[in-house]
């Protein structure tokens, strides 16, 4: 007990609330550009669903004005890729799950200080059992794969953890 209190004293986190690290005194606009789908397989809400998505994440995690043109910060890209597969095989031969996956390619420019400029691919998975069909549980995966992005495009433009 003694040792942990004492190695718990020897290190300090320093973090904010809203998970980002922003200096606002330079930086107070983002332009987020709307992600077109460029995935040969589509499901019709995923599009609407992730850009109103990635703009709230941005609105409410941040205290950054959203623009339409000239901001700060620019993100902008496109849905790339959205695919199913078989992910494991029953003992009979068939296919007890299936992994649905979701790609999307993010362009962010940071025109405050441009040495953090990058394009990168984001990419999150879900899977469900090969018994229950994909229009039974496409919305509620779409959804997690979607935040699950938004939080790592957050996390990888303005949290600098």
């Known amino acids: 007990m003694?040792?942990?209190a004492v190695m718990m004293t020897g290190c300090s986190?320093?973090?904010k609330f809203n998970g980002a690290s922003i200096d606002y005194t330079k930086t107070k606009t983002i332009q987020i550009a709307e992600f077109p789908i460029r995935s040969s397989y589509v499901w019709g809400?995923?599009?609407?669903?992730?850009?109103?998505?990635l703009k709230d994440k941005f609105n409410s995690h941040t205290r950054l004005e959203q623009v339409k043109r000239n901001g700060d910060l620019k993100l902008e890209?496109?849905?790339t890729r959205y695919e199913q597969r078989n992910k494991s095989v029953s003992s009979e031969g068939y296919s007890?799950?299936?992994?649905?996956?979701?790609?999307?390619?993010?362009?962010f420019t940071n025109?405050?200080?441009h040495s953090e400029d990058f394009e990168q691919q984001f990419t999150a998975m879900q899977s469900y059992e090969s018994?229950?069909?994909l229009n039974s549980v496409q919305e509620e995966l779409v959804t997690q794969m979607i935040k699950d992005i938004c939080d790592q495009i957050f996390n990888a433009t303005v949290a600098n953890w």
């Open 77 to 79: 890209g496109e849905i």
């Open 131 to 133: 018994t229950q069909s």
């Open 45 to 53: 809400p995923m599009g609407p669903l992730f850009n109103n998505e």
């Open 13 to 15: 986190v320093s973090y």
């Open 111 to 113: 025109n405050v200080n």
């Open 2 to 4: 003694m040792v942990a």
């Open 96 to 107: 007890a799950m299936t992994e649905l996956s979701m790609t999307v390619n993010v362009r």
